[in-house]
């Protein structure tokens, strides 16, 4: 299981530029005017981790599968997209299909791009978008409180659960605050999460900075960095350019090239790392002298269904699961050696897979 992010933003911030780098290609159309990208770009990348490439390496695996993660480059939005304007019909549809929102935000002068508002303010941009999604989820709410009435009044359940979820997310809405800040227990978990609501996706503020900034950032991306603190949202800092230029490098000059601009890894690192841990994600790893594979799970997965994602069967019959902690199978130097330490152990139904475990699974077929 990977994840499916939308990078969005207002047109001319360059997440057509970011897309092209995350996925080394130049599917998504990068130019200097509005609406350039028009249907949503669908990249998928493979997720780099440096620990799948040494269990393979122990292993004498002969192949090696990372796990997968999706990124949508989604056309940009305006002021007035909740009510159609620009392609904010388009915009909001699209956004609905994806796990979260890496929300591309300008942090550079250029007088040669210019900007929709004839500014550069990180901040001010988030809110115009922000406020697009609220208005958009306000005007989704009040029509489907008006489709459910007659369901309510003769008491289905469902109807009513999904009539109090509705006003609970109106009244943060009318508040100025985003459907995410909502609490919401277990039980209404499910339901909430069919309400399919824009602004309750998690959101990753990524500053586009100048190259000299790539490091360290400017005062722009500091100022986002204030914002997502307050809103207990994450941000990274990229630049983009960088980026498109290290995507078009063989690996080992792209790591030189890393070490002259003074960054210890690729903006795509950084940005993995912040969407898992936005959706709250881990890998569990399968390895054998076939292969050596990577698999996403949510945190708190337990066992069957963690077997689940290689596939249904594996859930449904579900006996244990050998299971043995990454450092450990290092460490003793492959599975034989984990098991000769006594490292290796076996789990039920009830065990809860944590990050790195490397996982063989027993079922009934």
């Not at 999460?193 to 990753?204: E, G």
């Amino acid at each position: 299981m990977g994840f499916k992010m939308g990078i969005v933003g207002l047109p001319n911030v360059g997440k057509s530029t970011l897309f092209n780098a995350l996925t080394k290609t130049a599917a998504a159309q990068a130019a200097n005017f509005p609406f350039c990208t028009i249907e949503p770009n669908v990249g998928d990348v493979a997720v780099p981790d440096a620990r799948l490439d040494k269990l393979a390496a122990i292993a004498q695996s002969k192949q090696i599968i990372p796990t997968r993660m999706t990124f949508v480059d989604i056309a940009g939005l305006v002021k007035g997209a909740s009510k159609g304007e620009g392609l904010g019909n388009q915009f909001l549809a699209n956004i609905r299909e994806v796990d979260a929102i890496a929300h591309v935000l300008r942090c550079f002068e250029d007088g040669d791009v210019t900007h929709v508002d004839g500014r550069v303010d990180p901040v001010a941009d988030a809110e115009t978008i922000e406020t697009e999604l609220m208005l958009a989820d306000l005007e989704s709410i009040e029509k489907r409180l008006q489709n459910i009435t007659r369901k309510v009044r003769g008491g289905d359940k469902e109807a009513v659960q999904q009539e109090r979820l509705m006003n609970m997310a109106r009244e943060a809405l009318e508040n100025g605050q985003p459907a995410r800040s909502v609490d919401v227990d277990a039980e209404d978990a499910k339901a909430w999460k069919m309400l399919q609501l824009l602004t309750t996706k998690p959101v990753l503020y990524v500053c586009n900075v100048d190259e000299g900034s790539s490091a360290k950032g400017n005062e722009f991306s500091a100022k986002v960095a204030e914002m997502a603190a307050a809103q207990g949202n994450s941000h990274v800092v990229i630049s983009a350019q960088i980026e498109e230029e290290i995507s078009q490098l063989e690996e080992d000059e792209a790591v030189m090239f890393l070490e002259e601009m003074g960054l210890s890894e690729a903006g795509l690192d950084r940005l993995i790392r912040a969407g898992y841990d936005l959706l709250h994600l881990e890998t569990y790893f399968t390895v054998g002298p076939k292969e050596a594979r990577a698999w996403t799970i949510r945190q708190g997965t337990l066992a069957p269904q963690a077997a689940g994602v290689i596939h249904g069967d594996f859930e449904r019959g579900f006996i244990r699961a050998e299971t043995i902690a990454y450092d450990d199978y290092i460490a003793c130097n492959g599975e034989q050696g984990a098991k000769d330490a006594g490292k290796l152990r076996v789990e039920g139904k009830a065990y809860t897979v944590k990050d790195g475990d490397v996982l063989h699974f027993l079922f009934n077929a």
